[in-house]
T-cell receptor, first 116, second 116 residues
Framework: AQKITQTQPGMFVQEKEAVTLDCTYD???????LFWYKQPSSGEMIFLIY??????QNATEGRYSLNFQKARKSANLVISASQLGDSAMYFC?????????????FGSGTRLLVRP | NAGVTQTPKFRVLKTGQSMTLLCAQD?????MYWYRQDPGMGLRLIHY???????AKGEVPDGYNVSRLKKQNFLLGLESAAPSQTSVYFC???????????????FGPGTRLTVL
């Protein structure tokens, strides 16, 4: 079974509007971390935001915020005031604490296109 | 401070040829990882290292070998390249996990490998 599910292969958003990218996860490990990465057309992976499973508050980093709903096992990324430079692939990833490698498990990604 | 660098950026191989991809990080990170990214998919872990002189298998290790002789370098080798190994390869590193942001993985720019 997939551990990270991103159900939106592609999305459009109008410049300056907010957009939510969905991510659901599956784990029985009580200790885990959730990450979002941005991959622009140039190909590099850029870390955006992190949420720990024990964090009481939703993570925020500038225009990025993570809507963490633990009971629903969802970790949606919210981008406020979209900019043209936000057009990219976005990947949700999870790290399970019981896995001593601390490897990341990635979803298949969502391609976001910001319209002017 | 270059972060994580990868050499080369692009490479074309013929089936059966061998090559080594080099990853270097200047952040004194303990953990290093090699991932591959295939079209339409997220990243999958090939091998990883939890410290100098250690290596371990990830999700898709077959056909690859790795070495971590120095803390700052992590080498990925293909002994006999196959067309199925055509992919984009990413190296990542993280400090020893423990802190709030201690397990954030920082990625190199990627190596695009084509095997004919």
């Amino acid at each position: 079974a997939q551990k990270i599910t991103q159900t939106q292969p592609g999305m459009f958003v109008q410049e300056k509007e907010a957009v939510t990218l969905d991510c659901t996860y599956d784990t029985s490990d009580p200790s885990y971390g959730l990450f979002w990465y941005k991959q622009p057309s140039s190909g590099e992976m850029i870390f955006l935001i992190y949420q720990g499973s024990y964090d009481q508050q939703n993570a925020t980093e500038g225009r990025y915020s993570l809507n963490f709903q633990k009971a629903r096992k969802s970790a949606n990324l919210v981008i406020s005031a979209s900019q043209l430079g936000d057009s990219a692939m976005y990947f949700c990833a999870m790290r399970e604490g019981l896995d001593s490698s601390y490897k990341l498990i990635f979803g298949s990604g969502t391609r976001l296109l910001v319209r002017p | 401070n270059a972060g994580v660098t990868q050499t080369p950026k692009f490479r074309v191989l013929k089936t059966g040829q061998s090559m080594t991809l080099l990853c270097a990080q200047d952040m004194n990170h303990e953990y290093m990882y090699w991932y591959r990214q295939d079209p339409g998919m997220g990243l999958r872990l090939i091998h990883y290292s939890v410290g100098e002189g250690t290596t371990a298998k990830g999700e898709v290790p077959d056909g690859y070998n790795v070495s971590r002789l120095k803390k700052q370098n992590f080498l990925l080798g293909l002994e006999s390249a196959a067309p199925s190994q055509t992919s984009v390869y990413f190296c990542a590193s993280s400090i020893r996990p423990g802190g709030l942001a201690g397990d954030t993985q920082y990625f190199g720019p990627g190596t695009r490998l084509t095997v004919l």
